[in-house]
Each structure stands twice: as structure tokens, then as C-alpha cells.
């Protein structure tokens, strides 16, 4: 009997970094966060509307600006967390199905590290290496478009926090007010974010490295001998009428 050896003793040992666990559970501190930070703006925003006709009391006014200040500083951390734990997932997970495939990963450590991590210039990088991971995993045809939204929702949530921290050394009522407003659509955007790029990682993780995306079905040989044999068969010809005489007889008979 021929003994072959599993794909899964095949590829042991190569998948490393983070762990599904872990990715989650940043990720899902990560959101929360963001979520506190836009509540906590939104009472700022509306304590600056009562504070048009009365005014607020120092320490509630004192206390509304330094929550502010103090969960968008957690913010910052918990979103360069995100992003390193998500590389090292990225990471790992790129030499495992390059592994799988025989092959070494085309692109170096520092330039996956470089481009997921450098602003800006992750915009662009990040996105591509994904697709690079899912092209390889033939996995594009079902992820392709859960990464382009991510992608173009990633840009916009970029652009609309960098508008917000370029308005934020205003000093009139009106543009603390409109930068308030700014503020929390940039963190719902970055919440909308990072909810989609949660869904594109567990849409690699949902199936592992060495389990094959495409799936073949089992045909018996019977079945496909018949199937073959019902295509090369002509159309019969229509069956003759019984003759009335009795073979061999005169018809006079």
C-alpha cells in the first residue's frame, strides 16, 4: 500500500507570530477604544452647545477636555499596537503559504515591515501585500473585494484624520466646535476600518494555509463511462412496424 504524507506533517512548524487569539482580542480592544473616543467627543460636543447659554462649570469643563485628551493618547497607542500585531499575522502567514508552495516569500521582512508600518506609505503597501497573500492562497477570487473596501474605507478614515488634526489648533468656539464634529467622524471611520479589516483576516483564517481553496468532487468510473457512452451514442433509429406475415411464408398463404 502507498503511504503519502499529509499536507498538515508536510507544512508543521511554519506557521509563527501572533496568534488568532491575540490578533482578536487587539483588534477588539482596538475598536472599543475607538468607540469610547467618539462617545467622549460627542459629550464634549455637546457640552460646547450648552456652554453657548450657560456657563459650564470649571471642573466639568476641565474634565470634558482632558478625557478628550487622555482616550485619543490611548487611541494613538492602541492603534499602533493594531498595526504591529497585524503585521507579524501578516508576516507569518505569508511564510507559511509561500512554504506551503515550495517557494520563499518574493519580499523581504524589512520591506513588509516597512511597508505596514511607515504612514503613508502603508496606505498602498499594506493593502498589496494582502492581495499578494490571498493570489497565493488562491483565495482572491473570495477576498478580493472585502480588501478593496477596506482599502478605499482605510484612505477616506486617513484623510478625514488628518483634516481633523490640521484643524485642531483652532481657537474660536466655532472651529473647536466644528473640529469636535471632525474629531468623531474620523474615529467612526477608523472604527468602520477597522471592523472591515477584521473581516479580511478572518477570512484567511477561516480556513487554514495548507487546506486547499479548491475543491474536487468524486465521480465513480461507472458514472463517467455512462455519461460518456449516453454523448458518443447516435439517436436510434425508429423501430420498423412488425411485418403481418409470418417470416418464411408465402403471402398468398
Given at each position: 500500500?502507498?503511504?503519502?504524507?499529509?499536507?498538515?506533517?508536510?507544512?508543521?512548524?511554519?506557521?509563527?507570530?501572533?496568534?488568532?487569539?491575540?490578533?482578536?482580542?487587539?483588534?477588539?480592544?482596538?475598536?472599543?477604544?475607538?468607540?469610547?473616543?467618539?462617545?467622549?467627543?460627542?459629550?464634549?460636543?455637546?457640552?460646547?452647545?450648552?456652554?453657548?447659554?450657560?456657563?459650564?462649570?470649571?471642573?466639568?469643563?476641565?474634565?470634558?477636555?482632558?478625557?478628550?485628551?487622555?482616550?485619543?493618547?490611548?487611541?494613538?497607542f492602541m492603534i499602533v499596537a493594531t498595526a504591529v500585531v497585524l503585521t507579524n499575522w501578516l508576516i507569518a502567514r505569508r511564510a507559511a503559504a509561500f512554504a506551503h508552495?515550495?517557494?520563499?516569500?518574493?519580499?523581504?521582512?524589512?520591506?513588509?515591515?516597512?511597508?505596514?508600518?511607515?504612514?503613508?506609505?502603508?496606505?498602498?503597501?499594506?493593502?498589496?501585500?494582502?492581495?499578494?497573500?490571498?493570489?497565493?492562497?488562491?483565495?482572491?477570487?473570495?477576498?478580493?473585494?472585502?480588501?478593496?473596501?477596506?482599502?478605499?474605507?482605510?484612505?477616506?478614515?486617513?484623510?478625514?484624520?488628518?483634516?481633523?488634526?490640521?484643524?485642531?489648533?483652532?481657537?474660536?468656539?466655532?472651529?473647536?466646535?466644528?473640529?469636535?464634529?471632525?474629531?468623531?467622524?474620523?474615529?467612526?471611520?477608523?472604527?468602520?476600518?477597522?471592523?472591515?479589516?477584521?473581516?479580511?483576516?478572518?477570512?484567511?483564517?477561516?480556513?487554514?494555509?495548507?487546506?486547499?481553496?479548491?475543491?474536487?468532487?468524486?465521480?465513480?468510473?461507472?458514472?463517467?463511462?455512462?455519461?460518456?457512452?449516453?454523448?458518443?451514442?447516435?439517436?436510434?433509429?425508429?423501430?420498423?412496424?412488425?411485418?403481418?406475415?409470418?417470416?418464411?411464408?408465402?403471402?398468398?398463404?
Amino acid at each position: 500500500m502507498d503511504q503519502f504524507e499529509a499536507p498538515e506533517q508536510q507544512t508543521v512548524g511554519l506557521r509563527t507570530g501572533p496568534s488568532l487569539t491575540g490578533v482578536r482580542a487587539t483588534l477588539i480592544a482596538t475598536m472599543v477604544v475607538f468607540g469610547v473616543a467618539a462617545l467622549v467627543h460627542l459629550l464634549r460636543y455637546a457640552l460646547l452647545i450648552v456652554n453657548r447659554s450657560i456657563l459650564l462649570n470649571k471642573v466639568v469643563a476641565f474634565t470634558a477636555t482632558w478625557l478628550g485628551v487622555l482616550v485619543s493618547v490611548v487611541a494613538v497607542f492602541m492603534i499602533v499596537a493594531t498595526a504591529v500585531v497585524l503585521t507579524n499575522w501578516l508576516i507569518a502567514r505569508r511564510a507559511a503559504a509561500f512554504a506551503h508552495h515550495r517557494r520563499p516569500d518574493p519580499r523581504p521582512v524589512w520591506a513588509l515591515r516597512a511597508g505596514c508600518l511607515v504612514p503613508l506609505v502603508n496606505l498602498f503597501w499594506a493593502p498589496v501585500f494582502v492581495i499578494e497573500l490571498a493570489d497565493v492562497e488562491e483565495r482572491l477570487k473570495w477576498l478580493g473585494r472585502p480588501i478593496t473596501v477596506w482599502w478605499v474605507v482605510w484612505i477616506l478614515s486617513t484623510a478625514v484624520s488628518g483634516f481633523s488634526i490640521a484643524t485642531s489648533f483652532t481657537q474660536d468656539p466655532q472651529g473647536i466646535a466644528d473640529n469636535t464634529v471632525t474629531t468623531i467622524v474620523a474615529y467612526l471611520m477608523a472604527l468602520a476600518a477597522l471592523l472591515l479589516v477584521m473581516k479580511v483576516f478572518f477570512g484567511f483564517e477561516r480556513q487554514p494555509v495548507e487546506r486547499p481553496a479548491k475543491r474536487w468532487v468524486i465521480v465513480r468510473e461507472d458514472q463517467k463511462d455512462d455519461a460518456r457512452t449516453a454523448e458518443e451514442q447516435p439517436e436510434s433509429e425508429p423501430e420498423r412496424a412488425a411485418p403481418v406475415e409470418s417470416g418464411g411464408q408465402n403471402p398468398a398463404a
